[in-house]
Structure formats: structure tokens, C-alpha cells
């Protein structure tokens, strides 16, 4: 990948941490990487994002019965993927109580 070490590290603690914070207690978080141009990581947990806040979800301040949450753990994980050249998305499924996050950031390539 095409990046900055410090920047994916605060980038991915924030997207892991909301997705942690958002799952259901005994639920399972799963971080995944596809192989393919731009490089794709995948953080899924159950729990959907209220839909009221889903088109808002990567703005600055945008939180929902979050105890003590500010609303800049997406707007900064965004503004992260942005200053890569990367770009970030939401998916949520209401049938599978499902959100899905995905990061594309630019493949490495010799001469770059």
C-alpha cells in the first residue's frame, strides 16, 4: 500500500474502536484485506447504523447515543483516508443488523 504509517494507524484505531463501541456485547469484529487495486480493508460488525445518521455518518460532530462521543472519530478517519489519496464508505445492512466500513488506499508500485 501507498501510505503513511502513522496516519493508517490513527486512520484504522478510529474506525476499530467505533466499530467495537457500536457491536453488540458477545458480537465479533472482523478487519479483512482484498488483494486488488485500490487495496480495500473491510471492518464489519453487527449493529446498523441508525439510519438517521447514515448520509451524515463521516461529517464532523455526527454521533447517536454515543455516551461521551465527540462525532470526530469518522470525520478523522475520512479526512485520514483523503490525505492518501484513499477513499472511505459505509455500507449498512438492515436484514443482516449489519455496518461495513471500507477503506480503499493506493497500491504500491515500483516508480511511484
Do not use: W
Request: proline share 4%; hydrophobic share 40%.
Amino acid at each position: 500500500m501507498l501510505g503513511d504509517a502513522m496516519l493508517c494507524y490513527s486512520l484504522f484505531q478510529n474506525l476499530i474502536k467505533n466499530a467495537c463501541e457500536a457491536a453488540p456485547e458477545n458480537s465479533r469484529v472482523t478487519v479483512s484485506m482484498s488483494d486488488e487495486t485500490p487495496l480495500r480493508i473491510v471492518i464489519q460488525n453487527k449493529g446498523a447504523v441508525p439510519a438517521a445518521i447514515r448520509e451524515r455518518f463521516f461529517d464532523k460532530f455526527v454521533t447517536h447515543d454515543k455516551q461521551g462521543g465527540t462525532g470526530l472519530g469518522t470525520y478523522s478517519a475520512r479526512l485520514l483516508a483523503e490525505a492518501q489519496n484513499g477513499t472511505i464508505s459505509l455500507k449498512v445492512s438492515d436484514q443482516e443488523f449489519q455496518t461495513t466500513v471500507t477503506v480503499a488506499l493506493p497500491r504500491y508500485s515500483e516508480g511511484t
